[in-house]
């Protein structure tokens, strides 16, 4: 316990001084609690046994895992937060902008990530997949966090740079589904596990057909994630009400609290995970409060717990992800170095061949390509995911003249480096011209 607390409490220290150092130099406090990551790992030989973050949490050590769980509460406090906050009706009016982005930049990286592996460093195709999936990914967390920083998350461009990331993370999610088609052996979502283990029939499917079931069902998963959400829609404005009436902020706070747990936790029982399910209960939150007064109070609260106590794990353990030396390895330098161009001209180039189906001009777009360059939290997901595809692809040469550590610490790498280079650039384009994200 005195460990934990220690070692809890250093933390958040390091994160409050890098967050403070950077807001005073007039950067983002988002890329202070990343290095704040970055920094603990160097002492991770003094804080987990193992020496490494990644290594301590596949030894299951209990304070690694705390972090790691402190990160994930956080993702989700975030975006929980980030739903409540979103102007809805601003949003409705972007939709076909939201739509057309979001498929671009999604696709560009991949398609460009997949031939940069296999065309020039000779990777199988596995390996090709798996770089380009990591690389159509945005992290909706970070890029929040910056929005909100700048008070520019319900600008219009703001409102863009949200919903096409959430579409993005919905393409995450078959990504990492098409990965689960490659390594069988790797554990389905909880639905799937559910009805492979108690009906025959999906027991015979799952054995015919392996991981290509598990990629049928997700259509029906987010089905009955569109249900479920239309049924809470429902109920919640209800629950709320009843809680109101006692007027005790308490009760009111943990019922907000509970029912976004409880939305998160059905979308990861489907298999869409919690970053959607998040998201979601915070817009169905928002729905469900008639009293705008209410909700702005209950917004403030929620922000306070969340960006003072939760939030600043999710980005340490980004930068606890992050292996400098990795950055050091001769070999990895053309490798990282390729990967990282891929990543950035992927997502503008994507935003910007959206532009003859959006209303937007060519600055605006530029900057949303910026935005959507912001990885992190699913990237790294997908990476440790598909962690042990590599290894095996790289004992049969998958991996062409590299091992599967150095492709994975080039896809974490990458994913650190886009998500620190936004906000710069966020700040940059805003001072330069004041009116870009209207």
Known sequence: MDEFLIIFTLCLLVSFLMSEIFYRLKYPRVVGLIFAGIIL????????????????????DPIALIIKGFGDLGIIFLLILVGLEINLKK?????????????????????????????????????AFIVGACLSIT??????????????????????????GAIDDVLGVIFLSSIL?????????????????????????NQSMGGLFQLML????????????????????????YIQKERSEVSEFMTIIILGLSIAIISEFLGLGTILGALM????????????????????DLKIVSLGLIVPFFFLSIGLHFDVNSLFIK????????????????KLMGSLLAKPLTDLNFKQLYLIGWGMNSRGAIELVIASVALPLLINECEIGGCGIHCATDVFSVIVAVAILTTIIFPL????????????MD
């Open 218 to 241: 997700l259509p029906i998963e987010f089905i009955i994630f569109i249900i479920l959400s239309y049924l809470l829609f429902k109920i919640i404005p209800g629950v709320v009400e």
């Open 331 to 346: 070999e990895n330098h053309l490798l990282l170095f390729s990967v990282l161009v891929i990543a950035i001209v992927g």
């Open 41 to 60: 790992g160097f002492f991770a030989d003094f804080i987990f046994p193992w020496g490494n973050f990644l290594e301590a949490i596949e030894m299951e």
């Open 281 to 300: 209960a915070g817009i169905i939150m928002q729905l469900a409060i008639k009293d705008r007064r209410e909700e702005h109070k209950m917004v403030n």
């Open 91 to 127: 949003l409705r009016g972007v939709s076909r902008d939201v739509g057309a982005i979001g498929i671009f930049a999604s696709f560009t990286p991949f398609i460009l990530g997949f031939f940069l592996m296999k065309l020039f460093f000779g990777s199988s195709d596995t390996v």
């Open 181 to 205: 088609i490659l390594a069988p052996g790797i554990e389905p979502s909880h639905l799937a596990s559910f009805l492979i283990q108690n009906v025959s029939l999906f027991q015979g499917l």
């Open 139 to 164: 992290a909706e967390g970070t890029k929040s966090m910056v929005l909100m920083e700048e008070g520019k998350l319900n600008s219009k461009v703001g409102e863009i740079m949200l919903g096409a």
């Open 425 to 436: 650039f966020l700040r940059y384009e805003i001072k330069k011209y004041p009116g870009i």
